[in-house]
């Protein structure tokens, strides 16, 4: 069940009454790792979910048991599909678990996937990510991140194109959307409509009017977390990772209130 954006002040809610009524609003993705975040994004504002385990680490594929409580969720879920942490080189034996992934996410009645794989040259590997997107129908598809380490990534936007992606997630070949703006809107005017080009990498309230003007893109990708307070200082010393964010559903009712705004201007 969606959870009511209370707790906006009147003109945000205007603003955003005003947008939506204009269609105009720019999607908003919200990236969780673990139950509680994926309880927060539970709201009107959030057009879709990424789930994945180990965000400190770019993300990985989700745990069955997140996995499972995705699955009654009112906000559409794609679940991220990568096997370990590092590069996006997969041998045959990590693609076949990918796989067995994607048949997964399928069984558990979730809306999408993410993938992407490069090859050895930095090209998207075609051939692996076709044998990924036949397996996945009839799940929608979007492009992970992998697009912004690979050599040509207009050539890599006709490659999804032409596997039937419906979305890139790019932070414009930069390690931030707001560095990558410009070519993002490059990425823009080669997609030509015929695929939505959503901008992730530390996309921010503060941060996403500028990136929005200069790349033209209409859909954003965020995490909306906010730093924990260290439990049990032993957890570092141990190799616990003692410091971890969570998501925060007053982030991504900031952000959004953010995103309502360039559309009511």
């Known amino acids: ?33 673990e139950s509680c975040g994926l309880t927060a994004a539970q709201r009107p504002c959030v057009a879709r979910i990424e789930l994945c385990a180990a965000l400190a680490q770019g993300g990985l594929t989700p745990s069955p048991g997140l996995i499972a409580r995705a699955g009654g969720s009112s906000v559409p ?32 009645g979730l809306a999408g996937v993410v993938i992407g794989c490069l090859d050895a040259e930095g090209r998207l590997d075609r051939a692996r990510l076709a044998r990924l997107r036949r397996a996945s129908l ?40 707001a560095e990558g703006a410009a070519c993002l809107g490059r990425m823009m005017e080669h997609a030509r409509g015929r695929i939505e080009i959503m901008a992730g990498g530390g996309v921010r309230p503060d941060n996403v009017a500028e990136i929005y003007r200069t790349s033209g ?27 971890r964010g969570v998501t925060s559903a007053g982030e991504i009712l900031r952000l959004s209130d953010a995103l309502c705004a360039l559309a009511a201007a």
């Open 217 to 243: 893109v209409n859909g954003f990708h965020a995490s909306c977390r906010i730093a924990c307070r260290v439990q049990d200082d032993r957890l570092d010393h141990f190799g616990f990772a003692a410091r």
């Open 77 to 108: 879920v794609f679940a991220l599909i990568r096997p370990r942490a590092g590069d996006f080189i997969y041998s045959d034996m990590e693609t076949d678990q990918m796989l067995d992934d994607i048949a997964h996410m399928r069984q558990a």
């Open 138 to 177: 009839p799940l929608r598809c979007q492009l992970h991140r992998a697009i912004d380490l690979s050599v040509d990534p207009l050539q890599a936007i006709d490659i999804a194109i032409d596997l039937g992606f419906e979305r890139v997630l790019s932070s414009g070949g930069a390690r931030s959307a």
């Open 1 to 33: 069940m969606r959870i009511s954006d209370g707790g906006r002040s009147p003109e945000a809610e205007r603003a955003r009454s005003e947008a939506v009524s204009r269609g105009t609003v720019p999607d908003l993705e919200i990236c969780v790792d």
